[in-house]
C-alpha cells in the first residue's frame, strides 16, 4: 500500500469518527429549534416548522376526537408556531374598578352633603386577566406603572345655601408580576401585587359661620392577583386558552372622615374571574381576545360612627355586581421580531366592562348623621376605554412599552391613563 493510499484511509477514518460522534451527541441532546419528538424510530427527533396541539377538552371538538401527547406537546413547545406567537406583544389591557360612591348627610345644620367613592385597596385594584397578557402560557416576570389622571373625585352639594366644591386625585399604580409555565408547559401560574400612592384629598365645606373639615384617606397596598392560564388549542399563529383569576383581599382599607362621622370599607371580598383567550398572529398582523366574568364572594364591610356613641358601626356590606368585560386588541409589527426579539410594533385596544346585575344601594340614618351607598350618585361600572401603544422589543428577552387610554363614553373611572411595562420573556 502506498503513501497516497494510507493517507486517504486515514482521512476517511477521521470522517466516519467525527459524523460518529456528531450523529451520537446529536441523539443524545436535542438541538435548539423548532423540533417534533418521535419523529419516526431510531430518530428521535426531526426538525420541524409545524405543530399542532390538543388539549383533552379541544379535542372533544376535533376530526380526530383525540389530545395530544406528551411528544406531541413537546412538538409544540418547541416549534417555530410556538415561538411565532410569543413574538406577538402582549394586550396593555386596562383596569380601575371604581369604589362604591359614600354619601354622608351630617346632623348638623347648615352642613352640606359630601359625596365621594371610598378608596378600597388603594383606589386601583380590580383584576383584569388581559392585563399584560396574551393566550399562550409562558414564563416571564414584568413590571406596569400606571397614571390615572383626576382618579378619585370628592364633592359637596349647595344645601342651606353653601357653596359646592369639587375636588380629585390622580392616582399611581405600581405591578410586580410574574408567570412561571407548569405541567410541560400546557400552563402557567402568574402573580401579580399592585401598589398605589398614598391618598388624601382633604377640603373644608359648609358656609363660613359652620365650617367643617372632610377628608378621604386610603394606604398604598392593592389586592393580590393569581391567574391560573390552560393551554386548549394550539396551531401556526394562533392559540386559545382558559383559565381562572382570584383576587385576594389584601388592599388597604378606604377612609372618609367628614366633621364627626368616620367612615371605613375594609376589603374582605374575593374575586372568582373565569375567562376565555386568544391570540392570533398572520405575518406581520397580530390580534388578541379576551372575556371575563368577575363574581365576588361576598361583600365589604362599612363601619361608620353614625350616631353620637362615637363608636363605629357596621350598617350593611357592600356587594359589586358581577362585572362582564370583553377586551379586544390588535396591531402590527413595523419592524418584525428578529435576532433575540428585537422589533418594533404598534398596538390599538378596546375594552368594555358591564354590570351583569344591580349594585348594593342602601341608606341607614343615625342620630349624627345619614349615611348611603350608591343613592344619590352610582358607582360608574359600566365604561368603555380605548388603548394606544407601542412596543421595542430590546433584545435577549427584553420588551419596553408605552400607552395611553382614554374613555369612550361619559361614565369613567378616570380623565386618562397612561401606562408603562417592562416585560422580560425567558
Same mark, same amino acid.
Given at each position: 500500500?502506498?503513501?497516497?493510499?494510507?493517507?486517504?484511509?486515514?482521512?476517511?477514518?477521521?470522517?466516519?469518527?467525527?459524523?460518529?460522534?456528531?450523529?451520537?451527541?446529536?441523539?443524545?441532546?436535542?438541538?435548539?429549534?423548532?423540533?417534533?419528538?418521535?419523529?419516526?424510530?431510531?430518530?428521535?427527533?426531526?426538525?420541524?416548522?409545524?405543530?399542532?396541539?390538543?388539549?383533552?377538552?379541544?379535542?372533544?371538538?376535533?376530526?380526530?376526537?383525540?389530545?395530544?401527547?406528551?411528544?406531541?406537546?413537546?412538538? #409544540?413547545?418547541?416549534?417555530?408556531?410556538?415561538?411565532?406567537?410569543?413574538?406577538?406583544?402582549?394586550?396593555?389591557?386596562?383596569?380601575?374598578?371604581?369604589?362604591?360612591?359614600?354619601?354622608?348627610?351630617?346632623?348638623?345644620?347648615?352642613?352640606?352633603?359630601?359625596?365621594?367613592?371610598?378608596? +378600597?385597596?388603594?383606589?386601583?385594584?380590580?383584576?383584569?386577566?388581559?392585563?399584560?397578557?396574551?393566550?399562550?402560557?409562558?414564563?416571564?416576570?414584568?413590571?406596569?406603572?400606571?397614571?390615572?389622571?383626576?382618579?378619585?373625585?370628592?364633592?359637596?352639594?349647595? &344645601?342651606?345655601?353653601?357653596?359646592?366644591?369639587?375636588?380629585?386625585?390622580?392616582?399611581?399604580?405600581?405591578?410586580?408580576?410574574?408567570?412561571?409555565?407548569?405541567?410541560?408547559?400546557?400552563?402557567?401560574?402568574?402573580?401579580?401585587?399592585?401598589?398605589?400612592?398614598?391618598?388624601?384629598?382633604?377640603?373644608?365645606?359648609?358656609?363660613?359661620?359652620?365650617?367643617?373639615?372632610?377628608?378621604?384617606?386610603?394606604?398604598?397596598?392593592?389586592?393580590?392577583?393569581?391567574?391560573?392560564? &390552560?393551554?386548549?388549542?394550539?396551531?401556526?399563529?394562533?392559540?386559545?386558552?382558559?383559565?381562572?383569576?382570584?383576587? +385576594?383581599?389584601?388592599?388597604?382599607?378606604?377612609?372618609?372622615?367628614?366633621?364627626?362621622?368616620?367612615?371605613?370599607?375594609?376589603?374582605?371580598?374575593?374575586?372568582?374571574?373565569? #375567562?376565555?383567550?386568544?391570540?392570533?398572529?398572520?405575518?406581520?398582523?397580530?390580534?388578541?381576545?379576551?372575556?371575563?366574568?368577575?363574581?365576588?364572594?361576598?361583600?365589604?364591610?362599612?363601619?361608620?360612627?353614625?350616631?353620637?356613641?362615637?363608636?363605629?358601626?357596621?350598617?350593611?356590606?357592600?356587594?359589586?355586581?358581577?362585572?362582564?368585560?370583553?377586551?379586544?386588541?390588535?396591531? #402590527?409589527?413595523?419592524?418584525?421580531?428578529?435576532?433575540?426579539?428585537?422589533?418594533?410594533?404598534?398596538?390599538?385596544?378596546?375594552?368594555?366592562?358591564?354590570?351583569?346585575?344591580?349594585?348594593?344601594?342602601?341608606?341607614?340614618?343615625?342620630?349624627?348623621?345619614?349615611?348611603?351607598?350608591?343613592?344619590?350618585? &352610582?358607582?360608574?361600572?359600566?365604561?368603555?376605554?380605548?388603548?394606544?401603544? +407601542?412596543?421595542?422589543?430590546?433584545?435577549?428577552?427584553?420588551?419596553?412599552?408605552?400607552?395611553?387610554?382614554?374613555?369612550?363614553?361619559?361614565?369613567?373611572?378616570?380623565?386618562?391613563?397612561?401606562?408603562?411595562?417592562?416585560? &422580560?420573556?425567558?
Amino acid at each position: 500500500m502506498n503513501q497516497r493510499n494510507v493517507i486517504t484511509l486515514l482521512l476517511a477514518a477521521c470522517l466516519v469518527c467525527g459524523f460518529s460522534t456528531h450523529a451520537t451527541a446529536q441523539l443524545a441532546q436535542p438541538p435548539a429549534g423548532p423540533l417534533a419528538a418521535s419523529a419516526f424510530p431510531g430518530m428521535p427527533y426531526q426538525l420541524m416548522d409545524r405543530s399542532t396541539y390538543y388539549s383533552p377538552l379541544a379535542s372533544l371538538f376535533s376530526s380526530t376526537n383525540n389530545s395530544s401527547t406528551s411528544d406531541e406537546l413537546e412538538a #409544540y413547545y418547541r416549534s417555530s408556531s410556538r415561538s411565532r406567537l410569543l413574538d406577538v406583544p402582549e394586550m396593555f389591557g386596562d383596569r380601575r374598578i371604581g369604589g362604591p360612591i359614600l354619601t354622608l348627610s351630617p346632623a348638623i345644620s347648615l352642613t352640606p352633603q359630601l359625596q365621594a367613592e371610598v378608596p +378600597i385597596a388603594a383606589a386601583i385594584s380590580g383584576l383584569s386577566v388581559a392585563e399584560n397578557n396574551q393566550a399562550l402560557p409562558s414564563d416571564r416576570v414584568w413590571v406596569a406603572y400606571n397614571y390615572f389622571h383626576n382618579a378619585l373625585d370628592v364633592s359637596t352639594d349647595n &344645601r342651606f345655601g353653601a357653596t359646592p366644591q369639587a375636588a380629585s386625585q390622580s392616582l399611581h399604580r405600581t405591578v410586580f408580576a410574574f408567570e412561571k409555565l407548569l405541567d410541560s408547559g400546557r400552563t402557567s401560574i402568574e402573580l401579580r401585587m399592585p401598589f398605589g400612592s398614598a391618598i388624601g384629598v382633604d377640603g373644608i365645606a359648609g358656609g363660613p359661620a359652620s365650617p367643617t373639615l372632610y377628608g378621604v384617606q386610603g394606604n398604598s397596598v392593592g389586592n393580590m392577583n393569581l391567574i391560573l392560564k &390552560r393551554l386548549l388549542f394550539a396551531e401556526e399563529g394562533f392559540a386559545l386558552s382558559a383559565g381562572l383569576g382570584l383576587e +385576594i383581599p389584601t388592599g388597604s382599607s378606604g377612609d372618609v372622615v367628614y366633621g364627626p362621622v368616620f367612615a371605613s370599607l375594609d376589603s374582605q371580598a374575593v374575586h372568582f374571574v373565569p #375567562y376565555v383567550a386568544m391570540t392570533k398572529r398572520s405575518g406581520n398582523w397580530f390580534g388578541h381576545a379576551f372575556t371575563q366574568i368577575d363574581v365576588a364572594s361576598q361583600g365589604d364591610p362599612l363601619w361608620v360612627t353614625i350616631n353620637d356613641t362615637g363608636v363605629a358601626e357596621q350598617i350593611g356590606r357592600v356587594n359589586r355586581p358581577t362585572l362582564l368585560s370583553f377586551d379586544l386588541g390588535g396591531g #402590527y409589527f413595523l419592524v418584525p421580531p428578529c435576532g433575540c426579539n428585537k422589533g418594533l410594533a404598534l398596538v390599538a385596544e378596546a375594552h368594555y366592562t358591564t354590570p351583569l346585575d344591580d349594585d348594593d344601594q342602601f341608606t341607614t340614618v343615625g342620630t349624627l348623621a345619614t349615611a348611603s351607598i350608591n343613592q344619590t350618585a &352610582r358607582a360608574p361600572y359600566e365604561v368603555l376605554n380605548f388603548t394606544a401603544g +407601542i412596543q421595542v422589543g430590546l433584545g435577549c428577552g427584553w420588551q419596553l412599552r408605552s400607552g395611553a387610554v382614554f374613555p369612550g363614553r361619559a361614565e369613567k373611572v378616570f380623565d386618562a391613563e397612561y401606562l408603562l411595562q417592562v416585560n &422580560r420573556g425567558f
